[in-house]
């Protein structure tokens, strides 16, 4: 919907078509993200010291607390050294890209055109967690490792037999459940994500047309915090239905 400016769209702003692929704002601002979280990755591991600064400290004390929890939560070495990096990885990109998100420029700086679609202007850059079919794609990538996990630890047969039970009618009923209940987890991933994301850039683009200069401020230190929480909530998430996947059937 458009009114006086503002300007809500559920769908994708598309910029441009490559090979037929279509290009659009959240998908480019998902490339600074991974292009910031590079560039970060490499000047710290160039920066790293044998007798450690202030600065690496606190990154090496805050990788191993959270390795350390991943370790205690699987109750596994192996398996937090082989699924620690893809929870972190999770949680950062997710971090960085809700923290971009709320960066002056996303959203402002765009394409003029002159259909009159998208309040006419088509934005370069648009927080990348607005867009569902990404909040999808983690969600997929979250539930292959999910059982990928199981699979790799119980083996197929003892995996599948948590949902396939033809041992007692109740027994199939809870597998059953069990089933829908896996199944649902792309819904419940990607939604609570997209859902947060989204009614909180609608909440910024409201405050800022009515009172901009009293409400943004405060809702923006809110929304920092929604990012790192919900970041945290995905990663978390990831983490226990991956114990819960290699844990022995009952």
Request: proline share 4%; with cysteine; aromatic share 12%.
């Amino acid at each position: 919907m458009a009114s006086e400016g503002i300007h809500i769209a559920l769908a994708p702003y598309h910029i441009t078509d490559i090979a037929g692929f279509p290009i659009t704002s959240t998908l480019v601002t998902s490339w600074l993200v991974v292009i910031v979280l590079a560039v970060f990755a490499v000047v710290l591991s160039r920066r790293l010291k044998l007798v450690p600064s202030r600065g690496q400290v606190v990154v090496e004390s805050v990788i191993s607390f959270v390795y350390g929890y991943v370790e205690e939560t699987l109750d596994d070495a192996k398996l937090a050294r082989r699924y620690f990096p893809l929870i972190m990885t999770i949680f950062l990109f997710i971090f960085c890209a809700n923290i971009v998100g709320l960066l002056p420029f996303v959203g402002a700086v765009g394409i003029h055109n002159t259909t009159g679609e998208h309040g006419g202007l088509t934005p370069l850059f648009y927080p990348v967690n607005t867009d569902l079919n990404v909040t999808l794609a983690l969600a997929i990538i979250a539930f292959v490792a999910i059982e990928f996990a199981g699979i790799t630890v119980l083996g197929a047969l003892r995996y599948g037999s948590k949902f396939v039970n033809i041992h007692s009618v109740l027994g199939f009923v809870v597998g059953l459940i069990e089933f829908i209940s896996e199944i649902a987890r792309l819904i419940t991933f990607s939604f609570r994500l997209f859902g947060n994301i989204f009614a909180g850039k609608v909440l910024i683009l409201l405050a800022l047309a009515f009172m901009p200069y009293l409400v943004p401020v405060p809702l923006l230190v809110y929304e920092v915090f929604v990012g790192v929480i919900q970041a945290a909530i995905f990663a978390l998430l990831t983490l226990f239905f991956i114990k819960i996947a290699v844990s022995e059937p009952h």
